[in-house]
Structures are given as C-alpha cells and as structure tokens.
C-alpha cells in the first residue's frame, strides 16, 4: 500500500528557512518522479518541484534559487530545502508521486 508522509512544516519568521520531508513505504520513490506541490489559502494547487529517480531536478520560475529538493533513495525520502521564506510562501505542501498524494504539512511564515 502506497503511503507518503510529510513533515517539517510549522511556522517561521520571514527570512528563516524549513527543510520538508516526504518519505514513502518505498514502493514507488525508486523509480518515480517526485513531485512537492502547495497551496495557499483561497489559491489554486502549484507545482513547486519536481525530482526524477536520478536526481534531476526541476522547479518553479518564482522559486529557483530559494528552494532546492534532492532525495535519499536509501531512505525513500525527498526533501524540499526552503531558505529565505515569505509570507507568500505560506501554504499547504503536499507530495505527490505516482497519482498518490500525502496529506500535506503546513508552512506558515509569519512574524
């Protein structure tokens, strides 16, 4: 059964930074893309990033430069890296790989 679970939100000063996990029961990680999506509040869902098995990884315009993903196949975890955190970036953000998606962790960036 394919399970994703996320981790690492909370809340974060603007500036500050969060490291997001999604780890999988490693059915699908070893030969998936994985993606992070978010969504913010009355906002549609966004594509974030995106990592392929060997690592290549893709990202939003708005986002290069601030955020980075990477992976540990080892462990059947992606990681979203967010430094330099805003306001805007306040959201929901789910995993999703292989049509399954994780409930989300929550990211708020507030003073």
């Known amino acids: 059964q394919v399970q994703l679970v996320e981790s690492g939100g909370g809340l974060v000063q603007p500036g500050g930074s969060l490291r997001l996990s999604c780890a999988d029961s490693g059915i699908l990680f070893g030969t998936k893309t994985v993606y992070w999506y978010r969504q913010a509040p009355g906002k549609e869902r966004e594509l974030v990033a995106g990592i392929t098995p060997a690592a290549y990884a893709t990202y939003a315009d708005s986002l290069k430069g601030r955020f980075t993903i990477s992976r540990d196949n080892a462990k059947n975890t992606v990681y979203l890296q967010m430094n330099s955190l805003k306001p805007e970036d306040t959201a929901v953000y789910y995993c999703?790989?292989?049509?399954?998606w994780g409930k989300g962790t929550l990211v708020t960036v507030s003073s």
């Open positions: 999703h790989v292989g049509g399954h």
